[in-house]
């Protein structure tokens, strides 16, 4: 019946004089809510139908980072077939590739790395999908980020901190963090580059008393 309802819907088009159909507010409502219901048929019958696949709600949220934001890998498959923008981004700045990547969910990155994810379009802190990835330990997307051929591995944010910083200063220095900087570092990141204060990660890890972080960064030769 929802489907029927959504279909209904869509007969409300205008067209332009080019015969191209217009969407309604009503229509595109219906796209949105579908999606963040996670409604698959509705929405795939509303995109057959010519529904806009890059439509956003009133915070810029397109359609795919509304699916993002639910880890809903089936929607945003759907979505990335018809065409959806891996990098939309929203009034805070975040796309569906950047918001995965700081969540954690590694089947999402996957697919955005697969269809067109732009390295050089950042967040709100003009940071990378991988700096919020390492602050949070999740350990899966940042091996695969920083195994990502041309991904920015040592990009600095607007507080002057790489990936490695965050994994040191913003991390509890626990194993989990101690392999994120182990895969950082065997990505051939540079350990050498420091904070705006002139501090660098493996003075960090010394002065928070992170051993195991600390042994990783001094075996990096010349250090």
């Known amino acids: 019946m929802l489907t029927l309802l959504f279909l209904f819907s869509f007969t409300l088009f205008a067209s332009c004089h080019t015969g191209t159909p217009m969407q309604t507010p009503a229509a595109q409502d219906a796209v949105i809510n579908a999606v963040v219901k996670r409604n698959l ?13 890059n439509a956003t709600d009133h915070q810029k949220r397109s359609l795919l980072l509304l699916a993002t934001h639910n880890n809903d890998l089936k929607m945003a498959q759907l979505l990335v077939a018809h065409g959806a923008d891996v990098n939309q ?10 918001y995965a990547g700081a969540a954690g969910y590694t089947d999402l990155v996957k697919l955005f790395l697969e269809n067109g994810v732009r390295f050089d379009v950042f967040n709100r802190y003009n940071g990378s ?7 949070r330990g999740h350990l899966e997307v940042v091996r695969l980020l920083a195994n990502t051929k ?11 901190w790489t990936a490695l910083m965050e994994a040191v200063v913003l991390g509890d220095g626990s194993k989990t963090y101690v ?31 992170y051993t195991s972080i600390a042994r990783v960064l001094e075996a990096v030769p010349g250090k």
């Open 41 to 53: 048929n509705v929405v795939a019958a509303a995109l057959k139908e010519g529904a806009d696949v």
């Open 179 to 209: 392999q994120v900087v182990q895969t950082l570092v065997d990505a051939g990141c540079d350990v050498s580059i420091p904070d705006k204060d002139g501090v660098t990660a493996l003075q960090h890890a010394r002065n928070r008393g």
């Open 150 to 160: 041309g991904f920015p591995v040592d990009h600095v944010n607007r507080l002057g």
């Open 129 to 135: 999908a991988l700096i919020p990835a390492c602050e």
């Open 89 to 98: 981004q929203d009034m805070l700045k975040d796309s569906p590739f950047l």
